[in-house]
């Protein structure tokens, strides 16, 4: 069965920084598109970013020079990196991993921006 567990989240000052990470079972991240997700208060969940089994990678304009997208196929683990946080960004973060074969989520791990 396939498992997406986040981590990383947490509590943060505006302008601050925040590493997620999303390790995966089995040899998914390679094979898989993996994208990240959020939802924030009384907010439908939307696409943060994005990286193709190919590498390319994309991101929501909202997020854009702000995060970043890797993974490390070694250890079956994708990572969003959020620089320059704002309260905006305050929402649950979740793993998504994606393929004609199926969608597998993850838990999601809080992100919380202070002003």
């Known amino acids: 069965q396939v498992q997406l567990v986040e981590s990383g989240g947490g509590l943060v000052q505006f302008g601050g920084s925040l590493r997620l990470s999303c390790v995966t079972s089995g040899n998914i991240v390679s094979l898989y598109d993996m994208n990240w997700y959020r939802q924030g208060p009384g907010k439908q969940r939307e696409l943060v970013a994005a990286i193709m089994r190919g590498g390319s990678a994309n991101y929501a304009d909202s997020v854009k020079g702000r995060f970043t997208i890797s993974r490390d196929n070694a250890k079956n683990t994708v990572y969003l990196q959020m620089n320059s946080l704002k309260p905006e960004d305050t929402a649950v973060y979740y793993c998504?991993?994606?393929?004609?074969?199926?969608?597998?989520w993850g838990q999601g791990t809080q992100v919380t921006v202070s002003s």
């Open positions: 998504k991993a994606h393929s004609v074969w199926g969608d597998y």
